[in-house]
């Protein structure tokens, strides 16, 4: 649902501090995984994106630079990551892990209201090409959610180059490859048969075509089928980097969490192997999602393999809240002082005790202030404190502060 500016609203304190947590927590697991925290442009060129991504055209947020030319928000990390890495770091046979939490400046479609974009945090594997990378990039996506209380979770895994591999030997009209791909992206049974039935293939090849979006479920049997389905070489290659991940995930603690789906597709268009999303226990959606994309590079003049993910933490905000998992809102101050008139002791009593490290307000009896705000209420009144409706003074004040 498309929002309007006067529907937008602020970041408050509370959200702020959950947020801070969520993100010092993925910034520790990339710290374990030896990533280097990045940070890439906010703003790149719409050609850029409109070349690689053309289904992102409609969901970027675009402006306009001094000399003219089109400009959007960064509306993905990866691209610009890549780009970066080809020009920053020449020597392809070097291994690089990134990390990194940035806003991305696309549509976003759940419930916040703070705009068209959203906080994303991801890592980025590059130069390494073996099927344990990608079983690392996975385990680094499920530990997100673990060092958050999230131990519940689903691994949608998957490979587009089971589905590339079928589509080879189809040899489709790009037209057609086109509606395919989108028909499977929505899962549309209905029009991906329909669609089959008038493509120029066997009804072989059409049987295991249709058959793609039913490749899932549980790891054992679903891969059962897909290799009783493979028509070919390609088809049974990637079966088997599929086989060498789960046994990676099944290592490292994760096997009884994996199903298998094989219908799987994206709209971001780079991904040439491994996909994979995550799902966290009772989530109608996925919050992370990745895979590889060992092609990209190659936009940059750069043959470098990688692997990444990324997490949308707005969502995975929303799924918190849904939970209970998010702290409670804190009062901003531990004292507030009610006074009629202000004095050079009362203004040397609270910005002394600023000065020591408490959080201190004072609010002239004028104004009204919500209770939920601060811990400890006292009254300046003629010359002197009252707390808990006795007379008080400065020290006996700042004794109850020190025993918060």
Known sequence: MHQTLEELQMV??????????????????????GCRIIQTPTFEDYDTYGRYFPGLQKEMVKTID????????RPDVTLPLVKMVA??????????KFGYV???????????????????SGVEILGDDSPECDGEVIVTAAEFLEALGISKMRID????????????DLNLPAESLARVRQELEE?????LRETADQLAVTRLQRDVLVELPRLFGDYGPT??????????????KALERTKAVYEYLKNAGYGDRVQLDLGFTSHMGYYTDSVFKIYADGALYSMISGGRYDRLSAQFHAERPACGFGM???????????????EAAQPSADLAVLYDQASPELIRDINGWRKKGFAVIGVNTANTVSSDDFRITVRWKNGSYEMDGQPASADAVEARLRRL
């Not at 770091?89 to 291994?95: A, E, G, I, K, M």
Request: aromatic share 10%; net charge negative; charged share 20%.
């Open 157 to 168: 895994l998957g490979t587009v180059a089971y589905m590339d591999a079928l589509f080879a």
């Open 102 to 120: 940035s806003p991305v400046f696309r549509e976003y479609y759940g419930r916040s209201t703070h705009g068209k974009y959203f906080l994303q």
């Open 12 to 33: 408050h304190e509370e959200e702020m501090v959950n947020y801070d947590r969520i993100q010092t927590a993925v910034l520790q697991v990339m710290h374990r995984h």
């Open 87 to 96: 020009r920053e770091y020449p020597d392809t046979r070097q291994l690089l």
């Open 187 to 191: 899962r549309n049974l209905v029009a």
């Open 223 to 236: 891969m059962g089928r897909a290799e009783a389905l493979s028509l070919n070489t390609g088809m049974a």
């Open 66 to 73: 001094a000399d003219g030319s089109v400009l959007v928000l």
């Open 312 to 326: 949308n933490m707005n969502l995975l905000y929303e799924y918190m809240a849904d939970e209970e998992m998010l």
